[in-house]
């Protein structure tokens, strides 16, 4: 059997899976870093576009700092970028100068891997990407290929997608990247073998979410097929809507006789470090998921159902739930297709929610699903049902939309900001409110250090702190007696 690597995606995407993208500052992921370049991975899902707003927005912490201080923590181990499209931050298209400037100063920041996917698979968007990174140095670049199940997405599609990527000099190897956990056993057996035909020896990963229980089963027969790497999370960050769990991935993988070469008792701290600091900062852990045959069918992540359930209820629609759900694959349907990761789900769903509740269908469509149409966010897989898109751009809100212009060019952004600031508070003055930066800018530098085993010592005293009248305080337990007076 051949040696199979190990991607951990725990800090971005198990993240963003199962803590919104809010549960780890800096200093958490700074605190076991030098422990996680230890233990072997292939690479790091570290950060995205979306992760660096987020890191301002919600810590108040500068994510290109971020990137610095992890890639000091981290020198052996590659820093991945995950982008989708020309963006950066915000869902607006922006100018191919800007994006090249983002790559600059991502690669400049300690970024080595970059995953190029393109939501719809539209091509020459992806390479034109692809060629931007490798311009700005960009060691390993990863071709996505977005699994999706539809009329039109079957082996031949994905084979072709990867041939294309494959004849481009500026991508490296690609990935199978199965957002909604939808990769059955017995369709890897078909789709990987028919990649693998089309690509020759350039290297091919897999990353699939554990939404309905099957990514762990997958992934074991994807080994067999000549899968190199596979993307993993550890400890409470794994299974649930996450990836699969990479103690229990490695023992599974060795079992059938494939080699992973990583240094267990490193990964064993890794996992133990994240469900303590689970454990103290009242995080949810994934737990293994049963199987959901009707996923399948309406591929509507967990989270997203159940926003549509609490909106149906705020209205008094609740026992219209199932009709909203069957509206859901019609409307993907007539709208090409798109594959259900962001922003396409909310897309779909709105506009299904729209058409159950309001007088006739497609009566009520929102901007965003009018950009859809237009093409902002890409070409439609398949052609969009003429009678939807006539009715979509008939409307005067559609000609509205026509008019929004091209992105704006690099030199006139710049236009409208201070001259001397860095490139890096540039780029997020671009995309982001300038109050949420100026709070980044005016906070304090993150603390390095963080040990969860302390966290419920502190929120004692952080309370207490609160309450003057405190003059006096002892805590004590075994082998431990702390007093505090003032």
Not at 128 to 139: F, P, T
Not at 214 to 230: D, F, K, S
Not at 306 to 319: C, D, G, N
Not at 376 to 394: A, E, H, N, Y
Request: include cysteine.
């Amino acid at each position: 059997m051949a040696e199979v690597k190990i991607l951990d995606a725990s800090i971005r995407d198990g993240n963003q899976s199962l803590w919104g993208a809010t549960g780890l500052s800096t200093r958490q992921i700074l605190e076991i870093a030098p422990v996680m370049n230890r233990v072997g991975f292939h690479a790091l899902d570290f950060t995205s576009s979306t992760a660096m707003g987020v890191a301002v927005r919600t810590f108040r912490e500068d994510p290109w700092e971020r990137i610095r201080l992890a890639r000091a923590a981290m020198p052996d181990t590659r820093l991945q970028l995950i982008g989708t499209g020309l963006r950066f931050i915000s869902w607006e298209s922006q100018h191919p100068d800007f994006m090249q400037l983002v790559y600059d100063r991502l690669v400049a920041n300690g970024v080595t891997r970059f995953m190029v996917l393109e939501p719809t698979h539209d091509m020459p968007q992806a390479l034109a990407s692809a060629r931007m990174i490798r311009k700005a140095g960009g060691e390993e670049i990863v071709g996505a290929l977005t699994y999706t199940i539809s009329a039109v997405h079957d082996d031949d599609f994905y084979a072709d997608l990867a041939a294309q990527f494959a004849a481009s000099p500026d991508i490296d190897r690609l990935y199978v990247k199965d957002p909604s956990g939808l990769l059955l056993p017995e369709r890897a057996r078909t789709l990987i073998p028919a990649i693998k035909a089309r690509i020759g020896a350039m290297p091919l990963e897999l990353h699939s979410h554990c939404t309905i229980g099957l990514a762990p089963l997958t992934y074991t027969i994807a080994a067999e097929l000549g899968i190199e790497v596979m993307h993993v999370c550890c400890g409470p960050l794994a299974n649930g809507s996450s990836l699969p769990n990479a103690v229990r991935l490695v023992a599974n993988l060795r079992e059938l006789g494939h080699r992973v070469d990583i240094d267990d008792r490193a990964l064993a701290r890794v996992a133990d470090y994240f469900t303590r600091l689970a454990k103290a900062e009242g995080l949810p852990a994934g737990v293994p998921q049963d199987y959901d045959a009707s996923f399948l069918r309406h591929q509507i992540a967990g989270g997203i159902m159940t926003t549509t359930r609490r909106q149906l209820a705020e209205v008094k629609l609740e026992h219209r739930f199932d009709e909203v759900v069957a509206e859901i694959g019609r409307v993907r349907a007539e709208l090409g297709h798109p594959i259900m990761v962001t922003p396409f789900p909310q897309i779909v769903v709105s506009q299904a929610l729209y058409n159950v509740i309001g007088t006739e269908r497609y009566s009520n469509v929102a901007d965003q699903t009018i950009r859809y149409v237009l093409g902002r966010f890409g070409r439609p897989t398949k052609p969009i049902d003429p009678d939807i898109l006539d009715r979509i751009l008939s409307r005067p809100r559609a000609r509205e939309l026509m008019n929004e212009g091209e992105p704006m060019s690099l030199a006139d952004m710049r236009k409208r900001f201070a001259k001397g600031i860095s490139d890096d508070e540039f780029l997020l003055r671009a995309t982001m409110p300038a109050e949420e930066v100026d709070a980044m800018l005016a906070a304090r530098p993150p603390r390095r250090h963080y040990n969860p085993d302390l966290r419920p010592v502190l929120k004692l005293l952080d309370e207490l702190n609160k309450r003057p009248a405190v003059s006096d305080l002892i805590v004590e337990k075994p082998d431990f007696h702390l007093q505090l007076r003032a």
